[in-house]
């Protein structure tokens, strides 16, 4: 659980909703929770994460995944 205060996603609008979680009903993780009291900034966070996960067609998602899943063990990130 985050120690930054967050807002409850039923105060989301529909548009940050979808952004964040998906049309599927399910829960936002916390790391984009703590930028709940700032939408803009949550868009713009799922932005980047959309935008380094589709990236180029020069590796498969599946590749992408294992080199973000290296990084965060060497960084010591448990998310």
Do not use: F
């Not at 939408?39 to 990236?55: D, E, I």
């Amino acid at each position: 659980m985050a120690w930054i205060e967050t807002s409850s996603e039923d105060a989301w609008d529909r548009d940050h909703r979808v952004a964040v979680i998906g049309e599927v009903a399910g829960r936002a993780d916390a790391i984009m929770a703590v930028h709940s009291l700032n939408p803009r900034g949550m868009l713009a966070h799922q932005a980047v994460y959309s935008s380094a996960m589709r990236g180029t067609a020069s590796l498969r998602k599946v590749d992408r995944e294992l080199v973000a899943l290296v990084v965060s063990q060497i960084n010591d990130c448990h998310y």
